[in-house]
């Protein structure tokens, strides 16, 4: 008997096609079930059924479309399915996976997957990437680690460390740092380090839509208008992408003090694709200084992974205050290796 998959479809590039309307671009427009139609190939691997949980692209996913994901994610675990595949825009698909590892407390795998071709394009990468997804779902040593995964382009990727690197090519995800977690052979998945939960977990947390998380990104002449913005709006937390190690200019470095003073937590991450953040240097808007005056460090989360679990920190505060919520977020957040 074949393990059940349930195939949750959220639409992006790889449920894309050209309208009739040529000036509107690719949209999504095929259903879960057209997907699965266009690899008969799954039927070998798996008994699937399809949740069709919304048609946006990856770029129009929020903070609901990401809870509404998990929700049906829980709910196929709890009907006993054996793995769950969700298709998803590249855009924001390594944030939604993210999203899921943090939270989610299903033990079975769940497996993010897309294309960069759309559905109707020749050599569309998206039935060979769902028929990945499939197979990393239904593999034994996935099925008992559980976790959030990324497969795409014959490699699977642990959403802890996924980020997208390139606008176009199929090649695009990597995990800068760590490498995949498996990879596609002629003979199956090889696996190249222990599947698991790589994020450390904040279960059954979801992202209250009235809390606001700003990020900002340092570089050559910034200033620090965009805070001084964010304070006078009643902002939450700021999530800091900064330059090297993670430091800013002077002038943003003194807002994001004032920011600090004002009660409001600041965690800063690196504008860099790969490494951690540390304290290094000294003067106005240097790491160092920043960490000193109270800045939360970010480890080696990518700026808009650590957006996300500020705001589901901040979510979860059960009476705590909001930076001491969020010190205990990222607390050693580099130590999850």
């Not at 059924?49 to 048609?55: R, S, Y």
């Not at 910034?222 to 999530?239: F, H, P, S, Y």
Request: hydrophobic share 40%; charged share 20%.
């Amino acid at each position: 008997m074949q393990p059940e998959i349930r195939i949750i479809s959220t639409g992006g590039t790889i449920a894309s096609t050209s309208s009739e309307d040529s000036d509107t671009g690719k949209t999504p427009a095929v259903s879960g079930d057209d997907l699965v139609e266009a690899v008969p190939e799954i039927a070998d691997y798996a008994s699937i059924d399809v949740d069709d949980v919304c048609q946006v692209s990856g770029f129009q996913v929020d903070f609901e479309t990401g809870e509404r994901i998990v929700d049906a994610v829980e709910r196929a675990a709890r009907e006993g399915v054996a793995g769950v595949v969700v298709t998803h825009g590249t855009d924001t698909m390594a944030e939604s996976a993210y999203y899921a590892d943090v939270v989610l407390e299903a033990e079975c795998p769940v497996v993010f997957t897309g294309a960069q071709r759309p559905f109707d394009q020749l050599g569309t990468d998206g039935p060979t990437n769902l028929l990945l997804a499939v197979r990393a779902a239904v593999d034994e040593r996935f099925r008992t680690a559980g976790g959030s995964y990324l497969a795409f382009n014959d490699s699977v990727h642990a959403a802890r460390w996924v980020v997208k690197s390139h606008t176009s090519k199929l090649e695009t995800f990597a995990s800068p740092g760590s490498g995949p977690i498996a990879e596609h052979t002629p003979h199956g998945l090889r696996t190249l380090r222990e599947p698991g939960r790589y994020a450390r977990p904040i279960p059954g947390a979801r992202i209250d839509p009235e809390v606001r998380v700003d990020l900002v990104t340092n570089a050559m002449g910034i200033d620090g208008r965009q805070i001084d913005r964010a304070l006078e709006d009643g902002v939450d937390a700021i999530v800091v992408a900064g330059t090297g190690l993670g430091n800013t200019t002077g002038a943003l470095g003194a807002t994001l003090e004032d920011a600090i003073d004002a009660g409001v937590p600041v965690v800063l991450t690196s504008r860099c694709h790969a490494g951690t953040t540390a304290g290094l240097y000294g003067g106005p808007g240097g790491g160092q200084t920043l960490l000193e005056a109270g800045a939360i460090s970010g480890g080696d989360l990518p700026a808009w992974k650590a957006r996300l679990r500020a705001a589901l920190a901040l979510s979860t505060i059960d009476g705590a205050n909001a930076h001491d919520r969020m010190q205990e977020a990222f607390a050693g957040i580099d130590s999850v290796v």
